[in-house]
């Protein structure tokens, strides 16, 4: 079978606003009735007010800072931004933290399966089937997208091999041993595997991945196709975060995300006024309302994702709305010298023409009045030294057409910059000012 809910993936269009309709607003005069953030945010909007999809617009967006100061509240640790009893709470879960204190997200049993429902549409759509023995390098603390990628996978009928206390050495093994034939992982964690695994003698096409999920950094097309060459499989791309869940994955046709509907309403809004939703191919910003959890309402949660809006056909026959990209986090889109840059243009310059850089990293400085943009490039062990001073040469040059900024190329050795396992941080603003997540 070619869709996992062939019922809701081909609905026609109409049908899918009609029933987002109606899920918002009985999501909203839940919020409003048992969740303190919303019975405050939300005073004084009546739902019977929302009769259009336009309508929602006038509803105030919700940022984290919001969840963290209502999460001050009793009862401890959730404060007002529950929306179940407490006793009902079957998972503790929590963001990463990496910009500012952790929110900590309740889930019941119903909230739960709620949000591993969604996440099948994700795994189907990326081809992972019941043949599929899954493996899970990581692990998995108290991060959600790891434990939904685990019971999705074994509500989808596959195997799930959990990849945890084990070093990347260790994990290669493992995958070998167990004949794992397919992957979860950040593209970061992707690439350091395949490079372990070279280290080891052993080509990455020969532990036999069939299907790998990407998600947890923006991941350019020519970092994509890379994974593929290295793994000689197919690589998907989706997106989510731990507050909105995972809203967005790609099919088999390999262009762009479907919005998973009618689980979420998506809006994709200017990125200046956060009010007009984008036309067709326009970057904006993904303000998301999950419209079946209520162990933890959230109403229009802007996740600060900056996202291309896509044309809604696809040739799979899906007939959810479609983002053609994801451009990355709106904090880290910066003013260098007047130019508006973003650190992923970066890594698709590298990952398409630079296949002898295997680790790098951007750094931000203020000297005097000038800023100064660095690029740390590390080359892998085959590169002759006399290849070194033409590779810098030539990153220069892609680097100056590909953002119109001048950078400072620093070549160094391999195995000198960071490595990392969840979300890479390869991008450093140390101008003063400047956040740094
Ligand atoms: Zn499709």
């Known amino acids: 079978m070619k869709y996992w809910n062939p019922y809701l993936e081909t609905m026609e269009k109409h049908e899918l606003d009609r029933i987002e309709l109606f899920y918002f607003r009985n999501i909203f005069s839940y919020a409003k009735e048992h969740s303190l953030l919303y019975r405050d945010k939300l005073k004084g909007i009546d739902p019977d007010g929302i009769k259009t999809l336009d309508d929602v617009k006038k509803i105030p967006l919700t940022d984290k800072q919001e969840l963290r100061e209502y999460q001050e509240m009793a009862p401890y640790p959730y404060g007002g931004i529950l929306g179940r009893d407490i006793e009902e709470v079957t998972a503790f879960r929590q963001t990463s933290g990496t910009t500012g204190k952790p929110v900590y997200v309740p889930e019941t049993y119903e909230s739960w399966q709620w949000r591993i429902e969604a996440w099948c549409h994700i795994l189907y759509m990326a081809g992972f089937r019941p043949r599929h023995r899954v493996f899970l390098p990581f692990g998995y603390n108290v991060y959600v997208a790891f434990w939904e990628g685990h019971y999705a996978s074994e509500k989808l009928g596959c195997e799930l091999v959990p990849g945890g206390a084990l070093d990347t050495r260790g994990r290669i093994h493992k995958i070998i041993e167990t004949r794992s034939n397919g992957m979860m992982n950040t593209p970061t964690y992707g690439l350091h595997i395949a490079e372990e695994a070279t280290s080891m003698g052993i080509d990455p096409k020969s532990l036999g991945i069939e299907r790998m999920l990407c998600a947890g950094e923006p991941m350019p097309e020519a970092t994509r196709k890379r994974l593929e060459d290295l793994f000689g499989c197919h690589v998907f791309d989706h997106i989510g975060g731990t507050e909105p869940c995972a809203w967005a994955g790609m099919c088999e046709v390999k262009q762009g995300l479907h919005i998973i ?177």
């Open 261 to 437: 509907e009618p689980f979420f309403l998506v809006e994709i809004l200017d990125r200046e006024t956060l009010q007009r939703e984008v036309e067709e191919g326009e970057i904006g910003v993904a303000v998301v309302t999950p419209l079946g959890r209520r162990s933890f309402p959230l109403i229009r949660f802007n996740t600060k994702d900056l996202v291309r809006k896509a044309k809604a056909s696809c040739p799979c026959g899906r007939t959810s709305h479609k983002i053609s990209e994801v451009m990355g986090r709106i904090d880290d889109l910066r003013k260098i010298r007047g130019v508006l840059f973003s650190p992923k243009t970066v890594e698709e310059i590298i990952r398409k023409e630079f296949q002898e850089i295997e680790e790098f990293e951007i750094v931000v400085e203020r000297r005097g009045i000038m800023d100064v943009i660095m690029l740390r490039a590390e080359v892998a062990p085959a590169v002759p030294l006399a290849a070194i001073d033409p590779v810098r040469e030539r990153l220069k040059e892609s680097l100056k057409i590909g953002t119109n900024l001048s950078f400072h190329v620093i070549i160094e050795p391999p195995g000198s910059l960071p490595r990392y396992q969840l979300k890479a941080k390869r991008f450093k603003d140390l101008r003063e000012g400047e956040k740094n997540d």
